[in-house]
């Protein structure tokens, strides 16, 4: 094959590569929100209650104004779900160390997403895992 075929097979390859990682990703952060949805109902908390204990425990200052202003941004990002992978990760980690999460003795999965699988195949085994998440519960 001519250097220049392998140069545009390499391409293909690359951009298959990457359309495989941004789905795992998408999986991944769906996971995330869904995640912190569901341990925030189970604690009986809103969002601005869940804004207002994440910014107690990420940022030092306590400026009201600031704090009104992060609420009002994690709510928006909640709604039109453009938080950041990496910050929703922190965001769970938070959560996660909170006293009264500790209380209800709940486990928070974690998922790591592979580019071996397709997406049928991880919307299935997110399936199972929800399944096998009410059975540990019961």
């Known amino acids: 094959m001519s250097e220049n075929g ?3 097979n390499k391409s293909k390859k690359d951009k298959w590569g990457q359309m495989k990682k941004k ?10 929100y869904e995640s912190i949805l569901k341990i925030i109902n189970q604690l009986g908390w809103s969002r601005d209650k869940l804004a207002r204990e994440l910014y107690i425990e990420l940022y030092e200052c306590d400026n009201e104004d600031e704090l009104i202003k992060f609420c009002e941004k994690l709510k928006k990002g909640f709604q039109r779900k453009n938080i950041k992978k990496e910050r929703l990760e922190e965001y769970l980690k938070v959560i996660s160390r909170h006293p009264e999460l500790e209380k209800l003795d709940i486990i928070i999965p974690k998922y ?3 580019d071996v699988l397709g997406l049928n195949m991880l919307k299935q085994i997110k399936e199972i895992s929800k399944e096998a998440s009410l059975i540990i519960k019961e």
């Open 6 to 8: 392998d140069k545009i």
């Open 23 to 32: 789905r795992g990703d998408e999986v991944e952060i769906e996971g995330l």
């Open 112 to 114: 790591y997403a592979r």
